[in-house]
T-cell receptor, first 117, second 117 residues
Framework: GAVVSQHPSWVICKSGTSVKIECRSL??????MFWYRQFPKQSLMLMAT?????????EQGVEKDKFLINHASLTLSTLTVTSAHPEDSSFYIC?????????????FGPGTRLTVT | AQSVAQPEDQVNVAEGNPLTVKCTYS??????LFWYVQYPNRGLQFLLK??????LVKGSYGFEAEFNKSQTSFHLKKPSALVSDSALYFC???????????????FGQGTELSVKP
């Protein structure tokens, strides 16, 4: 089945530093990847849609200069949280859309737990 | 605007009993409907989807869901619950126009299923 990986699975960083999270589709090509943020016991909040070779589309209220997204290849998208603050602490999840299967569902990565101290 | 409602924050079921997790939706056009399950500190796992065709959709781990257009519902069901089914369940929707333009999913708020022995 389609597998999406994320790295790292958890990270602790100091306030003011930047953190990069990688999302990879391991056995399929993903022209579109999505980045979500999830707070405990809550639903997923879509942050941005990442398209290979073009700029990401950010949802309303999401700071694009703070959450930098790069979709460099058909199997890799990265999210960089710049100048992180404690309020950025959250569970970040990516997903990839398998365009090769027609109307394909999104496949989700295992998530990255970010803690900013 | 698209929306998804999961009216129950929590569903409690005894092992061996049937379970239902409710979902209603609102979209313009024909809906694409999905169910995902999330275990603690993990990403989402795909269970099943409705695109077109038979209203009763069978998915992973013995789950099924029934698409009801008149009631705009897509309830998740399982004939006999297992303790291992305890998790957070999300219903999601998109529609043809949205899907062809990037495929953003709109998620419900999630329902926590607890299956007791």
């Amino acid at each position: 089945g389609a597998v999406v990986s994320q790295h790292p699975s958890w990270v602790i960083c100091k306030s003011g530093t930047s953190v990069k999270i990688e999302c990879r589709s391991l056995d399929f090509q993903a022209t579109t990847m999505f980045w979500y943020r999830q707070f405990p016991k809550q639903s997923l909040m879509l942050m941005a849609t990442s398209n290979e070779g073009s700029k990401a589309t950010y949802e309303q209220g999401v700071e694009k200069d703070k959450f930098l997204i790069n979709h460099a290849s058909l199997t890799l998208s990265t999210l960089t949280v710049t100048s992180a603050h404690p309020e950025d602490s959250s569970f970040y999840i990516c997903s990839a859309r398998d365009i090769g299967t027609g109307v394909g569902e999104q496949y989700f990565g295992p998530g990255t737990r970010l803690t900013v101290t | 605007a698209q929306s998804v409602a999961q009216p129950e924050d929590q569903v409690n079921v005894a092992e061996g009993n049937p379970l239902t997790v409710k979902c209603t939706y609102s979209v313009s056009g024909n809906p694409y409907l999905f169910w995902y399950v999330q275990y603690p500190n993990r990403g989402l796992q795909f269970l099943l989807k409705y695109i077109t065709g038979d209203n009763l959709v069978k998915g992973s781990y013995g789950f099924e869901a029934e698409f009801n257009k008149s009631q705009t519902s897509f309830h998740l069901k399982k004939p006999s619950a297992l303790v291992s089914d305890s998790a957070l369940y999300f219903c999601a929707v998109t529609h043809t126009g949205s899907y062809n333009q990037g495929g953003k999913l709109i998620f419900g708020q999630g329902t926590e299923l607890s299956v007791k022995p």
